[in-house]
C-alpha cells in the first residue's frame, strides 16, 4: 500500500510543479533560444520494480530502460531500424549466424560501449546465477538450453566478440523473430564494472546503474514514486533527442491523473473508469491500441479443483466481457477471444490477422453464457467431489485493479457454492507473489516484446516462468515446440502449428483471456511525432514538442 496519502500527494506535485510552466508557457517551444529547456511530463501506474535489463519482467520497468538504454535494434513506430548495430542484419550459415557491426557509442560516463558489453550482457542474463525469469528468451542461442539447465557455463552461449566493434551470435537453429527480440531489456549490454561495482544493488538505484541510450536515470531510490530522465550529452544519436527532460509520476488514481493534467501539471495522463468515459469528448483525447493482452490466471497447482477444465470454462462463460469493458474499464478496450492480440501478426499465406483466425469455431469459449456456465460448473464441482469452493482474487492496489476484481466477484460468485474474496497489495508484491505461485486467482497481462503468436503462446508451456497458473498440456508443448524447431523454416507448417496451439488453449482455458487494451490518454497537443512501438512502449528520440 501507498505509505501516506500526503506524502504521496507532496511527491506528485513536488515532482511536476517545476513542469507547470515548462508545459504551459511559451518556454516549451523548441523554437525558444537554445537556453530554454523542453521538458515533458507523465505517469506511470506504479513505481519501477528494477532496472536491472536481466532481471525486468513489466512494462514500466521496461518503459524506463528502454528510454535510458539501447541494444542492438529499436523500433521506429512498427519499422525495426538499427540502434547500437550499425544496420539490420542478414543472417549466415543458413539462417543461424548474426554477425553484427556496432557504432562508436559511449555509456552515459563517456567510456566506449563494445561488443564484449553484450557478450557479458547475454551470458549473465542466461546463468542460473542471476535467477532472470527472461533467461527463456535466449532458448534459441546455441547451448543456451544446456545453460539455462545447468549442464554447462554460460561461456559457453553462442555470442562472441571478434573485437571491439563486431559481434557475432550463433543460434541453435533458425528464428525467424530472433531480430525483433534484440530490442527488449534483456538483450541489452551492460556495463560489467558498473553490475560488479553494484553488487545485489544493482539496478535498485539511479546511482547503481549505467545506461548507453537517450536519456539518464535520476532521482530514483528505487522505491519513490517520481524519477525523471535527463538528456544524455554521451549517447550517439544525440541530436535527435529535442527533449531535455522527462519526468515521470506514478499515480494509481485516474481522477489524481485527470487532475493533474487539467491543471498543467501532466502532459499525458493514463485513465480508466469514469475519467476514461469523460476523456473522450476532449480535444486531447487519444485512444491507444495496444499489443497485449489481459488475463485472469487461475492456479491449477496450489487449487485442485482448478485442474478441471469444466470449471475454468465456466468461469470463463461467467464473465460478461463487453459489459465488463463498457461499465468498468470504460477506456474503449477491446474483448478478448483468445491470449494474442489483434493487429500484431498476419499468417503469412492468407494475410489474415491470427488472433482473429484463431478465434474462428472458437468464441463460445469466451462468450458470456450463464447458463451454459452453470452446467459446466455443477458437472466440474461433481467430478472434483465439492459442493463449494472459496477462493482469493490477487490484485494490484491501484482504483481500475480494484473496480475490475469487484466485478468479477460479484460476477463469479453466481455461480453456486462459489465464494470470491479480495486481497490488494502494490503492483512489485502482486508480481513477486504471482511468480512464487502465492494466489488462488490473479489478474494480470502480457505485452508483446515481440510482435509474433509464439511471445504470447510460449508463456504457457509446461514450466515456463510466466505460465503462472502451471497449467499443463503435452499436445500444446509439442506444437510449440515445433514452431520454434522442427517446423520453423516452414511457413505454413509453423503458422498451422500455433493456431492449432492457441485453439487448444482457448478450449481448455488454461488461462483466461479478458481483454485487449486500448489506453485512454489525454496528451498535451505540443508533443510532436512520438512513435509506439509493437508492444506499446514510447520512442522518445525524434519526438518534439512545439
Not at 208 to 218: Q, S, T, W
Request: glycine fraction near 6%; hydrophobic fraction near 35%.
Amino acid at each position: 500500500m501507498r505509505k501516506a496519502m500526503k506524502q504521496t500527494l507532496v511527491m506528485t506535485v513536488a515532482a511536476t510543479a517545476v513542469l507547470l510552466t515548462a508545459c504551459n508557457s511559451k518556454s516549451t517551444s523548441s523554437t525558444q533560444s537554445s537556453t530554454a529547456k523542453v521538458t515533458w511530463s507523465r505517469m506511470e501506474k506504479d513505481n519501477i520494480t528494477t532496472m536491472d535489463p536481466s532481471r525486468a519482467t513489466d512494462t514500466i520497468s521496461y518503459q524506463a530502460l528502454k528510454d535510458t538504454m539501447d541494444g542492438l535494434y529499436s523500433y521506429s513506430g512498427k519499422k525495426l531500424v538499427p540502434a547500437m548495430a550499425t544496420k539490420i542484419v542478414k543472417p549466415t550459415n543458413n539462417g543461424k549466424t548474426y554477425t553484427f557491426k556496432l557504432r562508436n557509442a559511449k555509456w552515459h560516463d563517456g567510456t566506449p560501449v563494445t561488443a564484449k558489453d553484450f557478450v557479458y550482457a547475454w551470458q549473465r542474463t542466461v546463468d542460473p546465477a542471476t535467477k532472470s525469469e527472461s533467461a527463456y528468451e535466449y532458448a534459441g542461442i546455441k547451448n543456451a538450453n544446456d545453460i539455462i539447465a545447468g549442464k554447462k557455463k554460460a561461456s559457453a552461449l553462442g555470442v562472441k566478440a571478434l573485437d571491439a566493434h563486431t559481434l557475432q551470435v550463433t543460434l541453435a537453429q533458425p528464428i525467424p523473430y530472433f531480430p525483433t527480440m534484440l530490442v527488449n531489456p534483456p538483450f541489452f549490454p551492460q556495463n560489467e564494472k558498473t553490475v560488479k561495482a553494484a553488487g545485489a544493488k544493482y539496478g535498485s538505484t539511479s546511482k547503481d546503474i549505467m545506461g548507453n541510450g537517450a536519456f539518464v536515470l535520476g532521482d530514483w531510490n528505487g522505491t519513490g514514486t517520481a524519477w525523471k530522465e535527463n538528456k544524455a550529452k554521451n549517447y550517439w544519436n544525440a541530436k535527435n533527442v529535442h527533449i531535455d527532460q522527462i519526468s515521470v509520476t506514478a499515480i494509481k488514481d485516474s481522477a489524481t491523473a485527470m487532475n493533474l493534467f487539467q491543471s498543467g501539471k501532466l502532459d499525458d495522463a493514463t485513465l480508466s473508469g469514469d475519467q476514461a468515459a469523460q476523456a473522450k469528448t476532449n480535444k486531447d483525447y487519444k485512444g491507444i491500441k495496444q499489443a497485449s493482452s489481459y488475463f485472469m490466471y487461475l492456479n491449477v497447482k496450489k487449487v485442485p479443483a482448478l485442474k478441471n477444465a469444466k470449471i475454468r470454462q465456466s468461469f470463463s462463460m461467467m464473465i460478461n466481457r463487453p459489459e465488463f469493458i463498457k461499465k468498468v474499464l470504460q477506456d474503449g478496450s477491446l474483448n478478448a477471444t483468445g491470449v494474442t492480440p489483434t493487429n500484431m501478426a498476419d499468417i503469412p499465406a492468407t494475410k489474415q490477422d491470427f488472433a482473429k483466425a484463431a478465434a474462428k469455431g472458437y468464441t463460445q469459449y469466451t462468450t458470456y453464457s450463464p447458463k451454459e456456465a452453470k452446467t459446466l460448473w455443477s458437472a466440474g464441482m461433481k467430478e472434483a467431489g465439492l459442493k463449494d469452493l472459496t477462493l482469493t482474487l490477487l490484485i494490484d492496489d491501484t482504483d481500475n485493479s480494484k473496480k475490475s476484481a469487484e466485478y468479477f466477484q460479484n460476477t463469479l460468485e453466481k455461480l453456486p457454492g462459489l465464494h470470491v474474496n479480495i486481497t490488494s497489495v502494490p503492483f512489485k508484491t502482486r508480481l513477486s507473489r504471482t511468480l512464487g505461485g502465492d494466489f488462488d486467482i490473479s489478474l494480470g497481462g502480457w505485452a508483446a516484446t515481440f510482435p509474433d503468436p509464439v511471445n504470447f503462446l510460449d508463456l504457457f508451456t509446461t514450466g515456463a516462468t510466466y505460465n503462472l497458473g502451471k497449467w499443463s498440456n503435452t499436445k500444446f508443448d509439442k506444437l510449440i515446440e515445433a514452431s520454434k524447431t522442427t517446423d520453423v523454416l516452414d511457413t505454413n507448417k509453423r503458422w498451422q502449428d500455433l493456431l492449432d496451439a492457441q485453439h487448444i488453449l482457448t478450449k481448455e482455458m488454461g488461462v483466461i483471456p479478458l481483454y485487449q487494451m486500448v489506453q485512454a490518454h489525454l496528451v498535451n497537443p505540443k508533443m510532436q511525432n512520438l512513435k509506439t512501438g509493437p508492444g506499446g512502449a514510447y520512442n522518445f528520440v525524434g519526438a518534439t514538442i512545439k
